[in-house]
């Protein structure tokens, strides 16, 4: 596995336009996100040496490189879910790539269903923490050198970004709401009854990705911060049918919110 990181980082740091130290995964529906950077290069998964496929409706599948508020980036567009058949290795697999490539900071997004009665669709959560809920551990195996067996938990999403975001969003006049992100393997959404379970074991809002990459980040010791988009209710009363072009439709409506804090973020750490 090492090699094959090593070998898909060298390939790429052949051909890499720029040293970028900030890497952003675009989650379902934050595609779009990428019309904001200006690209200089972007390479399907497919042509990349080792890389998984994306297979997904509505996830692009390609990495890019460019400039987002002016500061060079490395996007993933489109990530690798569990769900998809994708071992947890294969799922954490580019973020491993990311910090051979000298990623210092990673800000990742997604799609969530919101179990905080105090929320609503459509509205941004500052992940402050997670509950790992996957079946297998992306850290599951012999330990990779790049972080200690045991790794330390105690700040999953790095404090000072999250200070920043808040301070970004309330000069923006952007509401944004935080909470604790519960990570699931899909695919099915929840039940009601499974929504009120993770409410109660503390969650806020329930995805199906996110942790596996967030451990592995910081296990390499690269700093974190998350954003996801609540766009449907898991909260008793307020529960309906959800689908997943539903999901998109509006995670995409309150994806220029999300740009606008992420841009002002780049340019500010
Ligand atoms: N549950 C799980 N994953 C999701 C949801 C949800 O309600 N909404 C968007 N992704």
Redesign the pocket.
């Known amino acids: 596995m090492y090699e094959k990181i090593q070998e898909t980082a060298n390939w790429l740091r052949a051909k890499m336009p720029s040293r970028p130290t900030t890497a952003i995964v675009l989650g ?1 529906g934050l595609g779009r996100l990428a019309e904001e950077i200006a690209i200089t290069m972007a390479i399907d998964y497919k042509d990349i040496p080792n890389f998984p496929v994306s297979t997904v409706e509505g996830h692009t599948g390609r990495l890019i490189f460019g400039t987002l508020g002016d500061r060079d980036i490395m996007a993933m567009q489109g990530r690798f879910h569990y769900y998809e058949g994708y071992s947890m290795k294969e799922v954490t697999f580019p973020v491993r790539v990311m910090y051979e490539l000298g990623i210092k900071t990673l800000f990742v997004s ?4 919101g179990m905080n009665p105090s929320f609503k669709i459509g509205d941004l959560m500052i992940i402050t923490d997670h509950i790992n809920f996957f079946p297998e551990h992306p850290l599951h195996g012999p330990n990779f050198p790049t972080g200690p067996r045991f790794p330390d938990m105690h700040e999953p999403y790095d404090h000072e970004l999250i200070r920043l975001a808040d301070a970004i969003a309330e000069e923006k006049g952007i509401q944004v709401q935080h909470g604790v992100y519960v990570g ?1 393997q ?1 695919p099915t ?2 039940t009601p009854a499974e ?1 009120r379970m993770y409410r109660i074991i503390g969650g806020d809002a ?3 990705s996110t942790v596996p990459e967030v451990i592995v980040a910081r296990h390499c010791g690269i700093r974190v911060f998350g954003v996801s988009i609540i ?2 209710l ?1 909260v008793e009363g307020k529960i309906e049918e ?1 689908s997943h072009e539903e ?1 998109q439709k509006a995670a995409n409506a309150v994806q220029p919110l999300m740009a606008d804090i992420m841009r002002e973020m780049l340019l500010r750490v």
Do not use: Q, R
């Open positions: 379902t997604n799609a969530a269903g699931t899909g959404f929840e929504y329930v995805g199906m766009t449907d898991g959800v999901v």
